[in-house]
């Protein structure tokens, strides 16, 4: 055995006092005392700190193989050609635009095997919503029992966790019990590690490559809803907050917005596709509180990201429908009736609905809907 961080420990007896050494010993009983206890001491390993220019542990040795050995295999498809199964997909935009609803109408679709736009029905499928922001009764399920959704396909967990190695594993959990053939994650920041630098590609990419792993290893598709960033640049794929890893590491991005001359005209549009062509833009509309596909429409990244101007119709409206309304709630039909007879469009008076922050309130149960001022206006 090795001695060399040995050392022997002397026993304790009811006639030494607490503290008691190998130097009072000598002193008290003398030096056949000290032997005889040295020779009857149980001896302990004291732990030996590795030399800190050890070198790093042996890292496992990466798997090649031959090509010829690998199968091919062919892409599936949750929505062709935006959402490919097995893999990670992003869906951007700005805050407000309706990427929950989107979705959630994804989700809604899948439940009843209903088919997406551009697609033929399917057999209905389980869904996972993992939701940081929408809360399950006041938000999720209202808006999806709106839409028709299976509530019973349907699993939603509002429960916050982090995409570290223990909430990974928990996740995976979630996948065995609830079987969805897609996930959604709303937003990815919610999730990611509290200490994680979001614009550090070296930080990002273990928990994005641990969802992909999932995605393959269940046979899911994952949807990553993501916040876009302040600012603008030349290319809609560059505008997702955080480093474009984030993007890099989906197969599909898709970003949802309006158009800045038009905020009733909605859609999304695919950025990025590496497993198949970049589909057409798909139209869809938020009217009350109320979700609708919309079909083919010609709305681009370039204008959903376009700074958004205030025009002079606009600027009319907005003065028609404050003035309106600073005599009292009035019912949508009275609004309606009123913008027509002073000549402003529907478009525009949503616009300027929309830019006033109108509040739409519905009185009774079969009743109308009210439009009001918010309580903090004041000056155009």
């Known amino acids: 055995m090795d001695t060399s961080n040995v050392i022997n420990e002397l026993p304790a007896t009811s006639t030494r006092q607490e503290g008691w050494d190998a130097t009072d010993e000598l002193r008290e009983n003398g030096v056949e005392s000290l032997k005889r206890i040295l020779a009857a001491a149980v001896p302990f390993a004291v732990p030996v700190s590795a030399p800190t220019n050890a070198p790093p542990p042996a890292q496992e040795r990466p798997q090649v193989r031959r090509l010829a050995d690998v199968k091919p295999e062919e892409v599936g498809w ?9 893999h990670l997909t992003t869906l951007e935009g700005d805050p407000g635009e309706g990427k929950s609803f989107v979705a959630q109408a994804i989700a809604t679709a899948l439940s009843l095997g209903r088919g997406l736009p551009d697609m ?24 999806l029992e709106a839409m028709g959704a299976d509530l019973g396909r349907v699993f939603c967990c509002t429960d916050g966790f982090t995409l570290d190695p223990a909430g990974l594993e928990l996740l995976e959990e979630l996948l065995k019990d609830s079987t969805p053939r897609l996930v959604v994650l709303d937003p990815l920041t919610a999730y990611l590690p509290s200490n994680l630098d979001l614009h550090r590609a070296n930080e990002v990419r273990a928990p994005l490559k641990a969802l992909a792993a999932l ?13 876009l960033a302040k600012g603008s640049t030349s290319k809609a794929i560059y505008r997702g907050l955080g480093t474009i890893d984030i993007t890099a590491a989906a197969r599909s991005a898709l970003l949802a917005g309006h158009d800045p001359d038009n905020r009733d005209s909605r859609a999304v549009v695919q950025i990025k596709s590496n497993l198949g062509p970049l589909a057409d833009p798909v139209g869809y509309s938020i009217e009350e509180g109320r979700f609708a596909w ?87």
């Open 78 to 86: 949750l929505w062709w050609p935006r959402i490919p199964l097995r």
């Open 120 to 143: 033929d029905p399917t057999t209905p499928n389980n869904v996972l919503l993992l939701s940081a922001e929408d809360h399950a009764g006041c938000t999720i399920r209202p808006r």
């Open 215 to 227: 995605a393959e290893g269940y046979d899911c598709a994952i949807l990553i809803v993501r916040h």
């Open 294 to 380: 919309t079909g083919s429409t010609g709305l681009t990244a370039g204008q959903i990201l376009a700074p958004e101007v205030e025009d002079g119709a606009l600027s009319e409206a907005r003065r028609f429908l404050h003035e309106l309304l600073s005599e009292g709630t009035k019912t949508a039909s009275e609004v309606e009736a009123e913008a027509n007879a002073a000549g402003v469009s529907k478009g525009t008076l949503r616009r300027a609905k929309k830019a006033l922050g109108i509040k739409v309130s519905k009185v009774g149960f079969d009743g109308s809907w009210q439009w009001r001022l918010p309580v903090e206006e004041g000056v155009l």
